[in-house]
């Protein structure tokens, strides 16, 4: 039940993607501003997101999933209705609120669902639910957009939200709260204990087991006091900062740079990286839950190298002038984004307790999202006014190859947790 609301949150959220060439000329929308309407969404994502994350700590989470599903679809719905940039932009806005409830809540019920050795295997295979969704957003989107109309698609996965949130009403159960610590967090309360007791032995140190629930401050300094969940979190903005520029603009690119008809670049635009990330992110799943078996580190080491074989990818995908070449780096980035994306919340509740899981998704989608919003804004802004000695086309190209160092970058910070880590244990041998 929860792949089916994972697999409409996101094809929602790419159906207006997938028609931007046609609201371009209906609407009479400037590559900037349909940056602007891509980026809005995630800024208000961001926002909400570790206020609805802490939510879930506190509440019912099926409430939660439930509520939040029936808003965002009628918000689709609603988008069929705009015509202007400002009612794209605010119904956009609103969509990014319904939709920041959804993985804080959906996280943390299947991880109290499934033991700890077998998480990553499970959170993957809700994982592909974003990927198909994906594929279904942008090609069905496209598909309706160029026989019927660009506001179909909304009406139909709208429709179909409003319809799933009740039948779920009287299917979805709700697990019990997981209050096992995971090892790593064991070992780090250990060493607070050993830390207070040396400054003082006479006063009693606070051992934050976290068996009640934190206020909602108390839960952000808890997460932003571990150098490793801010470490994780910086990765993300910048694996998200990359996904969202292909969310958002390939389905044009395709469109522009080998013009290709809408349906075929909307389905391109996802096919090829959605499927290959579909398949094979259970895959790494099993793979993370095996090398963590081993060492501690096993599910941030399959995202390190999933972020560095993926950034050669993006470098190609952006250069690339033949469909073959294009296609095949397509399908190579989605492997790696599915090795990456598989450890997003599996790896950070390794360093955190179980009380706070949906604070911390929350605040991973506020810190990911702000960086994600930047990715589409900075390609529109470069395509529109990056100079006129090349086209437009060519700057989209560039600024594409060029976000590979994002990838980079987050497989460092990836690297540094592993670092500190061992540094902290050797110290306290």
């Not at 891509?38 to 700590?57: E, K, P, R």
């Not at 209705?81 to 409830?101: D, H, I, P």
């Not at 520029?245 to 290709?260: R, S």
């Not at 895959?283 to 080491?301: K, M, P, Y």
Request: hydrophobic letters at 50%; one cysteine or more; glycine letters at 10%.
């Amino acid at each position: 039940m929860l792949w089916c609301l994972c697999f409409l949150n996101y094809a929602d959220r790419q159906v207006l993607s997938s028609v931007f060439p046609v609201l371009e000329k209906q609407c009479a929308l400037s590559k900037f501003q349909l940056g602007m309407i891509g980026s809005i969404f995630m800024w208000v994502y961001a926002a909400s997101s570790f206020f609805a994350g802490y939510l879930t700590d506190l509440f019912k989470r099926k409430l939660l999933l439930l509520t939040g599903c029936f808003f965002w679809s009628v918000i689709a719905i609603v988008t069929g209705w705009c015509s202007s940039f400002w009612q794209f932009f605010t119904a956009r806005a609103l969509e990014g609120l319904g939709e920041s409830v959804y993985f804080p809540a959906s996280q943390s019920t299947i991880s109290d669902a499934h033991l700890e050795q077998n998480r990553s295997k499970a959170l993957g295979v809700h994982q592909s639910g974003v990927y198909l969704g994906t594929i279904a957003g942008s090609w069905v989107g496209a598909f309706l957009a160029q026989h019927y109309g660009w506001f179909y698609g909304f009406y139909l996965f709208g429709g179909l939200g409003v319809i799933l949130a009740g039948v779920f009403f009287f299917f979805l159960r709700e697990p019990a709260r997981n209050l096992k610590a995971p090892q790593e967090v064991l070992l780090s309360l250990e060493d607070q204990r050993d830390i207070a007791t040396e400054k003082s032995k006479k006063q009693k140190p606070r051992i934050e087991t976290l068996e009640t629930p934190l206020g909602m401050g108390e839960a952000l300094g808890y997460l932003l006091k571990r150098p490793a969940v801010l470490l994780i979190l910086f990765a993300f903005i910048c694996a998200n900062f990359v996904a969202a520029i292909f969310l958002t603009w390939l389905p044009t690119f395709l469109f522009e740079k080998f013009q290709m008809e809408l349906t075929m670049a909307g389905f391109y635009s996802v096919i090829f990286i959605q499927m290959a990330s579909a398949l094979t992110v259970p895959l790494f799943g099993v793979l993370a839950d095996q090398l963590s078996r081993f060492t501690s580190n096993g599910r941030i080491l399959v995202q390190i190298g999933s972020l560095l074989i993926g950034s050669i990818a993006i470098a190609i995908i952006g250069k690339a002038t033949t469909l073959p070449f294009l296609f095949t780096s397509m399908v190579l980035f989605g492997a790696c984004k599915a090795g990456y994306d598989n450890g997003i919340f599996s790896a950070l509740f390794d360093y955190i307790e179980p009380h706070v899981r949906g604070s911390a998704v929350g605040l991973m989608n506020t810190f990911g999202w702000v960086g994600g919003a930047l990715g589409p804004l900075v390609v529109g802004a470069a395509t529109t006014y990056g100079g006129e000695k090349s086209s437009a086309i060519a700057r989209m190209s560039s600024t594409i190859a060029i976000s590979s160092i994002a990838y980079i970058l987050g497989a460092a910070l990836l690297g540094l947790v592993i670092v500190m880590k061992k540094g902290a244990l050797s110290k306290k041998r």
